[in-house]
């Protein structure tokens, strides 16, 4: 692919100098793209008319005299500012991007079309409830509103050659779709573990390559929480227990009581680690209308407010992990079909046709079977054996809007319980707090019932005996309301104690994260939000403090190392981006994570509990046999310090943050030279373990994923929150509040989260 977008980098460029950047005109063309803010605006499908008010960071505050028509309102805006991140997200999910982008996005496109995200949303769109219906049909009417106006579209179109098509109901809700695959990994941890086992890994060796959750580590609710008095939940088989060795879209939130607190009322902080992009992942929105209040961050695309407040209430998200992905294993016959209970069941074959920019078109042909698609048949590198896939992201019916609706409009514990009855997927980590002083934790989802003996952990045979026998009910949902402690924190770890009825998943994050953020919450006793803006930013690495003993007791190869040894020890683990001691930690575990390559066939292998252990008790990895000499697990801890201080010289960098740089990229653009227009990038410190995450590439250290929003809410004084995206409101380069934003991103200071708010104002009238 980044062979073709550098030939259509050259393209745009001589397009760019042909005309839109060829003098006076094509600037003024460019700059009549930028959305309109001030005066007023006619819009048929308005019933009334809606504020809309933009402050000097761009945040919106919009105010109408319904709620359709604030949705219609909201769509409109939207596509001002966002209209090309919303058309290639929604080609996304319908696996449409080689219409505009050419052959090299083909083998996305067939991957996408098999899994048929946007048939999901085809069919959710039919079930919908009324309400439900009405509010993404006004969504996407206020989308259309935007096109309907006909004016300069932003830059991304004229240069790639076409006009959006019209939205409609499905559009709005493929994009919920592609967020609950993003945050559902757990078919790649089946086709993972089904390749170890392949290449001859037993099922022992597995359980010490990727160790299961320690048993002491925390959980986020406790037996006390659920008043427990359950026998003792029954472990899987060794083989089923394993953690995943790669990083999973992440986030931390936590909430406070009163109790705890300096105002005697809760706070309530969250902040989703996803994919930094251009344009940022989320909008800043504030909505009102009758019986609605909403402000916090909005996707572009979808109705409503995703994370935040109102007047009542507030919530924040981090992901659960739930496995709610199967894999079948399926026995062909003769290339017609599978053995499914005794019987020889034909596949279900759908034509997908792929037009690719230029004329040319791909007809696809995708099985069907009882489970859903046969997704291996669009893997690179698929496996012998076909596999079918069961999600419940595919399934027929979805009122995941109707949740966040509800969500929005609660005033209580139990409103907001009552709203996540209609939600489906990917479960999410829901904190909650009041102003009436309560906090609460509750993770809804549509969590399958599968068999004695069935973990979900590997693919299994699609013969009709490992069918799911239905859904959880809502009631049997983790949740407590005022724990005792009065605090809950949430870091994708496990969720559930000891004695829990059924398991969630057996792939947790480590618990690093959380265990840092409940020492700091625990060391004052009456915490200020000074006090948890800190926490939101702290850097300090407890994965060094954990590896601080190998530092000890190996012997170093050089002078050089020696030093550095020395220096390390003397360290107190913060990954700070102005620290060289961070630099050099980082590069001396990432070559540490390359023990086990030749074992498992990958370059690292991101593991710390089985690292730790090999340095302790020895690993047949260590042994490096190039050499004569046999070498212990220390000895290859020395040798991989020789190696990243190596690394280091070559890098000619003094600071961590002068090579770990949190990266925004342009989905297209950035593959051109106008990526300078396009794409930022700053220094960033932490690391996957960090509460202020910097996940990064062993092999580059670029990071692209990480903090893509944050809210701290007050509920003594709401409007004293705050919050914050990285880049900037606008989509589109010219805009001054394309990147504006980010420098305070960087830095770790926030925006307030008020519904109040002055600045330009866009009134939107209804027209004829």
Not at 65 to 70: E, G, I
Not at 79 to 83: I, V
Not at 363 to 372: D, F, H, P
Not at 521 to 531: C, G, I, Q, V
């Given at each position: ?63 109408a ?6 949705l219609?309102a909201?769509?409109?805006?939207h ?5 090309w ?10 696996g ?9 996005t ?37 989308v259309?509103?935007?096109?309907a106006?006909?004016?300069p ?63 002491d580590a ?12 359950l ?11 394993m953690a ?20 005697g ?11 930094l ?24 695309g ?7 407040r ?30 499914y ?6 596949y ?14 791909e ?10 698609p ?24 979805d ?25 489906s ?15 609460g ?79 700091l ?11 948890i803006?800190?926490?939101q ?24 190392s020696?030093?550095?040894r ?41 593991e710390p509990?089985?690292l730790?252990?090999?340095m ?21 801890a ?9 690394r280091?010289?070559g ?17 297209v ?47 003594a ?52």
């Open positions: 692919m980044k062979r073709f977008l550098r030939v259509l980098a050259w393209l745009l460029v001589g397009l760019l100098a042909l005309g839109l950047f060829g003098g006076i005109g094509g600037v003024v063309y460019l700059r009549a793209s930028l959305p309109k803010t001030e005066g007023r605006l006619a819009l048929k499908g308005l019933s009334a008319p809606v504020e809309v008010a933009r402050d000097r960071h761009g945040v919106v505050r919009m105010r005299a319904s709620l359709k028509d604030l219609f909201q769509g409109f805006v596509a001002q500012e966002r209209l991140q919303m058309e290639f997200q929604r080609r996304v999910g319908q449409r991007l080689s219409e505009v982008l050419g052959e090299a083909l083998a996305q496109d067939r991957f996408l079309r098999t899994w048929g995200f946007y048939r999901a949303a085809q069919s959710a769109y039919e079930r919908l409830y009324p309400e439900e219906k009405e509010a993404v049909d006004a969504y996407a009417a206020g259309n509103a935007f096109l106006l006909g004016g579209l932003p830059p991304e179109f004229t240069l790639l050659g076409f006009r959006p098509e019209p939205w409609t109901g499905p559009d709005v809700l493929v994009w919920a779709k592609m967020m609950s695959f993003d945050l559902s990994g757990n078919w790649e941890e089946e086709l993972l573990r089904h390749r170890l086992l392949a290449r001859g890994v037993s099922p022992e060796r597995l359980l010490e390559l990727m160790p299961p959750y320690p048993e925390p959980t986020i609710l406790s037996a006390e929480d659920l008043r427990l008095s026998k003792r939940e029954e472990a899987p088989s060794a083989l089923l227990q995943p060795p790669r990083f999973l879209e992440a986030s931390n939130n936590w909430v406070v009581a009163g109790s705890r607190t300096a105002t009322k809760p706070f309530l902080a969250d902040d989703p680690h996803l994919g992009q251009v344009p940022s992942l989320w909008f800043l929105m504030a909505l009102e209308a009758p019986g609605y209040r909403a402000v916090g961050a909005s996707l572009p979808v109705p409503g407010i995703v994370i935040g109102n007047e009542r209430i507030a919530w924040g998200v981090t992901n659960v992990g739930a496995d709610v992905q199967d894999l079948y294993l399926l026995e062909e016959v003769g290339g017609r079909g599978y053995r209970q005794g019987r020889v069941v034909p279900g074959v759908r034509e997908e046709v792929i037009r690719v920019k230029g004329g040319k078109e007809r696809l042909k995708v099985r069907e079977t009882l489970y859903g046969v997704i291996t048949d669009a893997l690179k590198d698929p496996p012998k054996t076909p596999m079918a896939l069961r999600w419940v992201s595919l399934d027929p019916e009122h995941i809007l109707m949740a966040y609706l509800g969500i929005n409009r609660a005033t209580n514990w139990e409103a907001f319980r009552k709203a996540l009855i209609h939600y997927a990917p479960s999410q980590n829901f904190v909650y707090a009041d102003t009436e002083g309560n906090i934790y509750i993770a809804p989802g549509k969590f399958p019932i599968r068999k004695e003996g069935h973990t979900g952990m590997v693919p299994v045979p699609g013969d009709g005996n490992w069918d799911w026998l239905g859904y959880r009910r809502p009631e049997e949902w983790p949740q407590v309301l005022n724990p005792k402690e009065g605090l809950l924190v949430t870091a994708n770890h496990k969720v559930t104690p000891p004695g829990f009825p059924y398991a969630l998943t057996y792939d947790w994050a480590e618990p690093y994260r959380a265990e840092r953020i409940l020492e919450l625990r060391a004052k006793e009456k915490l200020t939000l000074e006090d803006k800190a926490i930013q702290d850097q300090k690495s407890l994965l060094f403090r954990d590896f601080r003993p190998v530092l000890s007791l190996l012997t170093p190869l050089s002078e050089r020696k030093a550095w020395e220096r390390l020890l003397a360290w107190d683990g913060t990954m700070a981006p102005s620290l060289e001691e961070a630099l050099v930690f980082a590069l001396w575990y990432a070559e540490l994570t390359r023990l086990p390559a030749r074992e498992v066939g990958e370059e690292y292998w991101d509990r089985y730790l252990k090999a302790k008790e020895g690993d047949r990895n260590c042994d490096q046999p190039e050499t004569e000499y046999r070498e212990t697990c220390l000895d290859y020395a040798l991989a310090l020789e190696r990243a201080l190596d280091k010289e890098l000619r960098a003094r600071t961590w943050g002068a090579v770990h740089r949190a990266a925004f990229r342009h989905p653009l950035t593959h051109t030279p106008l990526k300078r227009f396009s794409d930022r990038e700053v220094a960033f410190g932490g690391d996957r373990y960090t509460v202020n995450v910097g996940p990064f590439d062993p092999k580059t250290l670029a990071m692209d994923k990480g903090p893509s929003y944050r809210q701290i809410v007050d509920l004084d709401p409007e004293r929150s705050l919050f914050v995206h990285p880049m900037g409101q606008s989509g589109h380069f010219l805009s001054p509040h394309h990147a504006d934003l980010l420098p305070l991103w960087a830095r770790g200071d926030y925006l307030p989260m008020t519904f109040a708010g002055e600045g330009r104002l866009l009134l939107l009238e209804p027209g004829r």
